[in-house]
């Protein structure tokens, strides 16, 4: 029980990491990722299908998923459309897109197929327990794509992405082209969501076009269960941490929901719901816990 609810967390936690670069670093709010997940998981599946080498296959869906994003930019940045609606336009396309990947079917199995993970579940048998390789491996996956992107916000590009988030006008006095900076990190977040779509298609043993349905709210959810959970910092480092153990968090929650809910007569049905009324408390408790401060402030003023 406890092994499934932390690789699930840390497979989704890669598209945490991705939803929390443009909602908190950018603050660029965009949808994009309920279609780019399912892009990933489709690649990957049709990858698998023709006998396209493992490796190269995550690298195609990563490729797959930053294209996307780079047409919600597009669009947002040349046709001055809003980046919610650039970002719905692009789901709404992906959902052919996917289709067609697909083989013009809305679901593709793969559990007959050699994967990813049934290769390091075979390679690990007998040295490790089985219901911990899998544990293992995504463990060593997050904490690889976590430390590449901290070395990437560390770097001259990273920190100027990171300060157009803050203050777009400060970047541009610079002489540096926002539209650029925008393409490049949505890009690069809808390539970590399709990254987590093809390992998450892997893990599930299909990839089907209804995959990214309410993704961007999951995700949402989780980057704010680990910045209300975890001390607030501004280093990228423990932000991203944050993000990866919210989702493990937030699946948490969704295990109890998922199989102790029937004692309040709630149903796989009501999922949606719980993460809706999540986020919702989230809101509240943040909003208490910033009227808190400002009190305090205040009498300390006095």
Known sequence: MIEGILVEGLIYGIMVLGVFITFRVLDFPDLTVDGSFPLGAALMVQCILLDVN???ALLVAFIGGMLAGMVTALIHNHLRVPNLLAGILTMTMLYSVNIRILGNRANVPVLEHETILTKVSERFSGIIP???ILLLFFI???IVIKILIDLFFRTDLGMTLGAMGNN???VISQGVDPKTLKTIGVGLS???V???GAFAAQYLGFADVGLGQGIIV???ASVMIGEFLVMKSNRIGVLTLCAILGSILFHAVLYLGRYYGYVIHMTPNDLNLIKGILIIILLILTQA????????KAVVEK
Do not use: P, R
Request: no cysteine; aromatic share 6%; proline share 0%.
């Open 194 to 196: 399709a990254l987590s």
């Open 54 to 56: 493992l490796w190269l």
């Open 289 to 296: 816990k910033k009227l808190k401060k400002v009190a305090i």
């Open 218 to 220: 999951s995700g949402l």
């Open 130 to 132: 089985d219901e911990y």
């Open 168 to 170: 777009e006008q400060m």
């Open 140 to 142: 060593v996956v997050a």
């Open 190 to 192: 809808n390539g970590l």
